[in-house]
């Protein structure tokens, strides 16, 4: 998703929502793509080959990234944990699978292809596709039974809520006006059940995320037109208590002294939250550079500052698509060709993510994460799982 720079690396930090969610991914990496460069997860060097091979089969990397086996021809693109040890993920090939910490499960096929999963606790989970939502509901987990919405739909780009009775998803329209729609769950005026209900924003942006917390309010990003035209990106943000969305001043590409300073953060990538105060946003530039923006708060959500980071070291590689963080020293970004990068607060650096002597040149689609402990990075018939206790 964008470029990288040597040295000093300005990134875009915004309020970003807890789930991770991808912008439009490349191309997945097949046997006629480019190799990728060397990094941690490469091989180890001829000295240590003999050692390698010797070796029984290992779970986990040198860094604690545990290898978990996944139904074959499954592409994730989408990632979500209930936070008591079941983990949902949604694939391009349309299938629902299930981690019951032992092992994956597909849970429901034959969906079409699917890119957006959240959920409001273990048994309260919203999967979306390419035209239709799903909601799943049951006795537990295992139970859960995936029903299409009878609401017509476009392709859900985004799904985040607060609670089973507030849940928003965003919609992408590639051939007409709106660009998008912005759809919101909630119980109806009179007090009936929960439906799906059409919120007007503006009619030119083409949202591609929402994300946000009780106390900072519902955040939406995407692209002002065209997203073939090199259009700028757009925040909206709609505070707690108001009815209306409202533009976020953000700013713009450091680099690029033409761009306005006023609204412009680059086509939003990934987002995720720290806190109600504290949020991070992976973007690209209308060049194609990628960059980071910070959110902060200092009166418990009600206002945010968005400003570029400033990281030292390199952070350069491929295009990512996803970024994760539980405090500001300690942020994960992954994209192309498994590249992955971590900040800890003073440097980046390159985890090693291989079990074998052969590199991890699988894409890296999405995050989940819980906090340092507890974080998942799927894609291209990969799941990975942080372990700390498994580093070596």
């Known amino acids: 998703m964008g470029a990288a720079c040597a040295g000093a690396l300005l990134v875009h930090l915004v309020v970003a929502c807890a789930a991770s969610e991808d912008v439009?991914?490349?191309p997945e990496a097949d046997s006629g793509a480019v190799a990728p460069p060397t990094d941690a997860s490469a091989p180890p060097s001829e000295g240590e080959d003999a050692d390698v091979d010797a070796s029984p089969p290992r779970e986990c990397s040198g860094d604690g990234f545990c290898h978990t086996a996944l139904p074959t021809g499954q592409t994730l693109r989408a990632v979500w944990g209930d936070g008591q040890g079941i983990v949902w993920a949604v694939s391009g090939q349309g299938a629902i699978l299930r981690w019951d910490q032992t092992e994956w499960k597909i849970h429901a096929s034959g969906l079409g292809p699917l890119s957006a999963v959240w959920g409001s606790g273990p048994t309260d989970v919203w999967v979306g596709g390419q035209s239709v939502l799903f909601h799943g509901t049951g006795a537990s987990p295992a139970?859960?039974?995936?029903?299409?919405?009878t609401r017509p739909m476009g392709e859900i780009a985004s799904i985040w809520g607060t609670s089973a009775n507030d849940v928003w998803a965003v919609v992408v329209r590639n051939d007409s006006l709106p660009r998008s729609r912005v759809l919101h769950y909630a119980p109806s005026s009179g007090g009936g059940p929960s439906s799906w209900s059409e919120v007007t924003v503006d009619p030119e942006m083409r949202f591609t995320h929402v994300w946000g917390t009780a106390a900072s309010g519902v955040w939406l990003?995407?692209?002002l037109g065209d997203v073939y035209s090199g259009a700028p990106g757009r925040i909206y943000r709609r505070q707690p208590g108001a009815t209306e969305f409202a533009p976020v001043l953000a700013p713009a590409d450091p680099d690029d002294p033409e761009t306005e300073t006023a609204y412009d953060p680059g086509e939003l990538a990934?987002?995720?939250?720290?806190?109600d105060t504290s949020m991070v946003l992976l973007g690209r530039t209308p060049f194609g550079d990628e960059m980071l923006i910070r959110g902060k708060s200092t009166d418990g959500g009600l206002t945010f500052t968005l400003e570029h980071a400033e990281f030292n070291g390199e952070f350069n590689g491929l295009s990512s698509f996803a970024v994760a963080a539980t405090t500001d020293d300690d942020l994960w970004v992954a994209g192309e060709y498994g590249r992955m990068r971590h900040w800890n607060g003073s440097r980046w650096s390159a985890p090693a993510l291989t079990v074998t002597k052969f590199p991890v040149i699988e894409n890296l689609h999405a995050f989940w994460?819980?906090?340092?402990d507890d974080l998942w990075v799927v894609g291209e018939g990969i799941a990975l799982h942080l372990d700390p206790t498994k580093k070596k």
């Open 24 to 26: 439009q991914p490349r």
């Open 270 to 275: 990934s987002v995720s939250v720290l806190s």
């Open 369 to 372: 994460v819980k906090g340092p």
């Open 221 to 223: 990003g995407g692209i």
């Open 143 to 149: 139970a859960l039974t995936f029903a299409a919405t």
